[in-house]
């Protein structure tokens, strides 16, 4: 699929109920989503060969990437996430989440992240990272208000240690 005819589907209004179905496809260039308001998606077992840009991107309904691969960075820097962020088993070079502000849970069970970047991110739910493996983690100023699961994870809790967690941990 065109990023161009993507972004056309993803832009369409947002109702109660509906999604975008983009289940394993495959998208070869750049898809720049920045600024957008995006209806809800699943776009679980994507190919992404380019990087993915929805920074300051509003995600008003289902935001799934499940078993997507990005063979460069997604980048959700200063987004919002009215719902959960499914980001399970994801295979990805650079996360950025930047100044996120996630209103559902934020799963990375199972990913594969090279370095994952959470410097100013608001959780308001639950960060799951159940047997992830990040390489580096930012998390300046990150605040978790639903706890952080890491059963099993492969990764560097050191930088968390500076994080407010409200929940479990």
Do not use: Y
């Amino acid at each position: 699929m065109t990023p161009d005819a993507l972004r056309a589907e993803l832009l369409k209004p947002w109702r109660h109920g509906e999604h975008f179905d983009g289940h394993g496809l495959r998208v070869d260039a750049a898809l720049d989503l920045s600024g957008r308001r995006l209806r809800g998606f699943d776009l679980s077992e994507a190919r992404f060969a380019k990087t993915v840009d929805a920074s300051q991107a509003e995600l008003l309904g289902l935001a799934w990437f499940q078993k997507a691969r990005f063979d460069a960075s997604l980048r959700l820097a200063g987004a919002t996430c009215r719902f959960d962020l499914r980001l399970e088993e994801i295979e990805c070079p650079t996360l950025d989440l930047t100044g996120l502000r996630m209103e559902g849970v934020l799963w990375l069970d199972d990913a594969r992240v090279g370095k994952l970047i959470l410097t100013d991110a608001v959780l308001l739910a639950n960060l799951s990272l159940a047997r992830a493996e990040i390489g580096e983690i930012e998390a300046k100023n990150l605040e978790i208000m639903g706890g952080i699961w890491t059963h099993d994870a492969n990764l560097d809790l050191t930088p968390f240690r500076d994080a407010h967690i409200e929940g479990r941990v």
